[in-house]
């Protein structure tokens, strides 16, 4: 059973264009690349006919993915969010008990994160520690060396 995943406009936008991509671009390549191969002889013996027959399967199986991903996909709209707690596509401004150290982040659908952008998955750790949180709370996040504690110190759209 395929689960519910939210994306913003713009990331949902992103994700028909690589299908698209790979449906009208990447699809017809795999099939040329078959059909070169194939033309060079013997297929029992063929190492660049498998090749590319196994890169059209994995292929196939992206696309499949990514049409399964969409049809569950959901566009959330910003402007109808509560800011009094932590959702998804909050941002979230944190400081982190030990270190001091404050960050912002924006909360997005896992296909959507990107670290370097300050996009974390509402599905890692740290955020699924903070969702349900509000401005004055402490989030404990379990993470592999240990408990995190982080202030929540604002939270916007």
């Known amino acids: 059973m395929s689960k ?24 017809p390549k795999a099939s040329q690349a078959i059909a070169d191969a194939r033309d060079k002889g013997d297929l029992s013996e063929n190492a660049e006919y498998d090749a590319a027959k196994e890169a059209q399967g994995l292929l196939e199986m992206k696309i ?37 150290m404050e960050m912002t982040y924006t909360l997005v659908a896992e296909s959507e994160a990107d670290l370097a952008a300050g996009k974390i ?10 969702l349900g949180k509000s401005v004055g709370d402490v989030a404990e996040i379990k993470v592999p060396n240990g408990i995190m504690k982080f202030d929540i110190l604002e939270i916007s759209r």
Request: charged fraction near 25%.
């Open 4 to 27: 519910v995943s939210y994306y913003t406009a713009e990331g949902l936008k992103k994700l028909r264009e690589e299908l698209n991509q790979l449906k009208d671009v990447e699809r």
């Open 64 to 100: 499949s993915k990514m049409e399964a991903t969409l049809a569950n996909a959901r566009v959330i709209d910003e402007s109808q969010l509560d800011t009094s707690k932590v959702l998804a596509l909050s941002i979230v401004k944190i400081k982190n008990q030990v270190n001091g």
């Open 121 to 130: 998955s509402v599905n890692s750790p740290i955020g699924q520690g903070l």
